[in-house]
């Protein structure tokens, strides 16, 4: 017979050590991620055709930008999914990719470095390409608290010794993203933060203070600028609003409104001729309802329910705290981000600059988005069961 040692391979009778075997992925993580891949391309495409031709003459430039993006993602997905995840535990690897973000976060607050659009600077530029530094802030900061978390001399039911310590970066994160200003994307760090927080076992009390002190926050920026306080409470009623910052959400509701229960037809929703802005990107998933109805909509919430799903069932599996809690991380963050911008395109809550994971245009995004998925498909591999 064979003894085995979780995380150090089994050990024969001779006193030898074998190599562990692994999984093959999880297959509701690889069958939901495929598709909600497929389905975001052909939508990107329905979605952007009508302003890409009429910016670039070529109708499928958007989808070309966000295959090559893909292409780059498939090179950091093979090296996410090849490694040891195990490795990543190591503060050098950890704290490394947390600097070089929060140097990136610094940078892009810099005005003459960043990017500025639309009264956003969110973007740093290197050569033709430019990128968001927040998308790489997100899973960093997963990385950095997961290692946190899962220190065994960490006690994350105590206040200040224990949980307070291991949310400084992301508050950090937080405070860093505010100044672009992307209140949801900063949001969306310490609320997956909380998440993982919860996960490792920390107390409700503490946890809602937390949380009240982060609300708190957000509101306070929130209604400090007229500009903001206008945006956060137009989703009451946005078409009493249709001419300044109720336009987004009222074009948006009004494609919705046009789909009905199947749709007007793949392609054929006119919102996106210029009324809708955005189609592409934060406001994508009203195409969605436009062209294919309530039907395609709950298609859509189906495929990423699936995804947390079989995302927080590889974090129950895994043999490791880390792993568990990095595979959590990784799945909360996804689905934060997607029910946030669902939410805002539905008028559930205020309008806010919050893209679709998979569907939402933007090359570097998904590459990040892949090499953080094909990490949670290298922690599948090691389950129990």
Request: aromatic share 10%; hydrophobic share 50%; with cysteine.
């Amino acid at each position: 017979m064979t003894s085995v040692s979780l995380g150090n391979g089994a050990k024969d009778k001779r006193g030898g050590s074998e190599k562990p075997r692994l999984n093959p992925c999880d297959r509701g993580v690889v069958t939901t991620t495929v598709l909600l891949m497929a389905f975001g391309l052909v939508t990107l495409y329905a979605a952007s055709y009508y302003n890409a031709q009429d910016a670039s003459g070529s109708p499928l430039a958007e989808v070309v930008s966000q295959l090559m993006g893909i292409a780059l993602g498939a090179v950091v997905m093979a090296f996410t999914l090849r490694i040891d995840y195990r490795i990543l535990q190591k503060p050098i690897y950890s704290s490394s990719l947390l600097c070089v973000s929060l140097l990136l976060l610094v940078l892009v607050a810099i005005p003459g470095i960043g990017k500025s659009l639309n009264g956003s600077r969110r973007w740093l530029r290197l050569g033709p390409v430019s990128f968001q530094p927040s998308e790489l802030a997100k899973y960093s900061a997963i990385l950095h608290m997961a290692r946190l978390l899962s220190q065994g001399k960490r006690d994350v039911r105590k206040l200040f010794t224990g949980l307070l310590p291991a949310l400084l970066m992301p508050c950090v994160m937080f405070a860093l993203i505010l100044l672009q200003p992307n209140l949801s994307t900063a949001g969306s760090i310490v609320i997956a933060a909380g998440l993982m927080a919860m996960l490792a076992g920390a107390r409700w009390l503490h946890l809602g203070l937390a949380g009240c002190c982060g609300l708190a926050v957000g509101a306070f920026y929130a209604f400090s600028e007229e500009y903001r306080r206008a945006r956060m409470m137009s989703f009451r009623d946005p078409f009493a609003m249709m001419s300044k910052e109720g336009y987004q959400l009222s074009q948006s509701l009004m494609a919705f409104g046009s789909g009905g229960l199947f749709g007007m037809g793949l392609g054929q929703g006119r919102q996106k001729y210029a009324f809708l802005p955005y189609p592409e990107s934060d406001f994508i998933f009203a195409v969605v309802g436009e062209d294919l109805g309530l039907f395609g909509c709950l298609v859509v919430v189906a495929l990423f329910a699936l995804f947390i799903f079989f995302g927080l069932r590889v974090a129950i599996r895994c043999p490791d705290r880390f792993g568990s809690l990095l595979a959590g991380g990784i799945t909360c963050m996804i689905g934060v981000q997607s029910m946030m911008n669902m939410a805002v395109v539905t008028g559930l809550m205020p309008t806010t600059g919050q893209p679709l994971p998979f569907f939402s245009a933007g090359g570097t995004s998904i590459a990040v988005l892949m090499g953080a998925v094909g990490l949670l498909m290298n922690i599948s591999r090691r389950r129990i069961g």
